[in-house]
């Protein structure tokens, strides 16, 4: 059997887990002057990729999509972006970036479990040790840290919150994993988001419109821009050209690259040094990567 090693789809999902790995402590730096309420932050990342996707679709050819896959890409919207990305940044403002992590660290659990329901993938003994030697490298990073850039108002709303995030996203990858293979990555993703905007935007306004803008410093907004930018519209372009190219089982297994930027970050700001744990989560973690793609893939699907 052919082995699934595609070096670009992994090289795509190296490269998105590495932005929202940086993620989780811009955005508690964001949130720390409290001018920008949490739910404001859910309509920059929405509204700023959906109109940077828009404007990329005006450089790419234009493809038809009939009104049924509109409705399916409606769908994907909510649970892959609305419901993921809202829960996920709602949840960190509760919780601190580490114990947003350490909740992270579930989700290849949740997609393994959804791709064996929905499209009859098996669970190895290979796969299945895979995830848990990737998990457990990530729980090694996760606690073995001296401490967080911030704490959380209420740790465990926000960790069931960041859950919430991890579950839907799980349900995107499994679901729509055929579906997005029939159209282009930006066709997918300009109509994905603005499904998004038009659902979540509205229920907003009280807060747009109590905002004092003035009063957000520099730091701020480039915070805000690294967010939309590189944690939202480069990391979904990455994520498309992963899920295109790889089974949802392992894109999933790359959410473990998260605590091992969490804690370079942490490194290079002083608040967090390495050691040789630290060296074998890693192993540990890329490990269990390689054992969950050399794992047996699911049956082609019959068209």
Known sequence: MKQ??????????????????????????????GLIAPIIMVDFRIAGAALLFWITSL????????????LRLFGAGMIGILLNQGCFIIGVSYTS??????????????????????????ITIKKAGGIVLGAGGALILVLGGKGNISGGDNPALGDVIVL??????????????????KYSLVTLMKWMF???SIVGLPSTIKYIMSTNWSSISMNEWIGIGYIVVFATYLA???????????RPTIVGM?????????????????????????????ILIFTGVYLVTMSKAAPNPQR
């Open 164 to 181: 919430l995030a991890q579950l839907s996203y799980a349900l995107y990858l499994t679901l729509y994993r055929n579906f997005i293979k």
């Open 4 to 33: 699934d090693f595609n070096l670009k789809g992994h090289l795509a999902m190296l490269g998105a887990n590495v932005c929202w790995g940086l993620m989780s402590p811009v955005a508690k730096l964001v949130f720390a002057s």
């Open 254 to 282: 790359y959410n473990y690259v998260q605590p091992i930027v969490a804690t370079i970050v942490g490194v290079i700001l002083g608040m967090d040094h390495f050691s040789i744990p630290k060296v074998f989560a890693v």
């Open 236 to 246: 979904y372009i990455c994520i498309m050209i992963g899920q295109k190219n790889l």
């Open 59 to 70: 450089f790419t050819p234009h493809e038809h999509v009939p009104a049924m896959d509109k």
């Open 97 to 122: 970036p580490g114990e947003a992590s350490l909740v992270t660290t579930t989700m290849p659990m949740w997609v393994m479990l959804l791709a064996w329901l929905f499209l009859k993938e098996p």
């Open 194 to 196: 603005l499904s998004a």
